[in-house]
């Protein structure tokens, strides 16, 4: 395992927000290090729109101070698997993924013996916002976060029925709250539901707005 002390000794301004608990994560931080990347240029090389630039920031950290490198999923957005985020955080970091394929399928392993088998639900707005080139990403990004919904500790236990109501008096209160006053003229076209298991996008549903029937 590696030298928390030689880590914490070793940081600089481009690592220091990152606490790894793997090996991986040690090793990811110390090329981030070596090639002086910021977390935004990171995640602009792995082709986060720059709207997405503060979550997909967030995500990152996330991964690297994660005892999973967050492959239990618990931190996902609409752009990558929690699979394919590794993946292609490896590319950019010009790390070679074949030498520790091994180390990665033991955490999976790790994690399918202890898991839990529930899925995952996200809940957010698809909303059209009206950006110009002089709005930064830290503008961009914090826009985006409107468009997030919580959903409610323990809904993944819910029946269908119950699921349903707490989908509906979601979107209403969201659209209640937001519709006309969300910045850059944003626009709320509708609402989808992502359901994930096993790291895996396994389904979506996507809801019209509060007037909209399909609700």
């Known amino acids: 395992m590696f030298n928390i002390m030689n880590h914490i000794a ?14 991986l ?18 995640v602009s090389a792995m082709g986060y729109p720059i709207k997405h630039t503060i979550p997909a920031c967030d995500r990152l950290r996330h991964v690297l101070s994660h005892r999973y490198l967050g492959l ?5 957005d609409k752009y990558f698997t929690a699979d394919e985020f590794l993946a292609k955080l490896f590319v950019v970091l010009e790390i070679p ?10 955490i999976k392993n790790d994690l399918t013996n202890h898991s839990n088998t529930l ?27 409107l468009a997030h919904i919580r959903l ?12 349903k109501s707490v989908i509906q008096d979601s979107i209403c209160e969201h659209y209640q709250q937001y519709e006309g006053s969300l910045p850059y003229d944003g626009v709320i076209k ?4 992502t359901i994930e ?13 509060p007037k909209s029937s399909s609700i």
């Open 119 to 145: 899925p995952r639900y996200s809940l957010r707005a698809e909303v059209d916002f009206t950006f110009t080139s002089v709005d930064n990403w830290v503008s961009r990004g914090n826009a985006a976060r």
């Open 97 to 106: 993924y074949q030498p520790f394929a091994e180390d990665i399928a033991q």
């Open 152 to 163: 409610p500790d323990g809904f993944a236990k819910l029946d269908d029925a119950q699921r």
């Open 25 to 42: 994560a040690q090793y990811a931080i110390n090329q981030i290090a070596t090639l002086e990347l910021r977390s935004q240029d990171i």
């Open 190 to 193: 509708g609402y989808r539901l």
């Open 197 to 209: 298991q096993n790291n895996h996008v396994v389904d979506h549903a996507d809801y019209g707005l």
């Open 72 to 76: 239990d999923s618990s931190y996902m």
């Open 10 to 23: 070793n940081q600089s301004q481009y690592t220091r927000r990152y606490h790894p608990r793997h090996l």
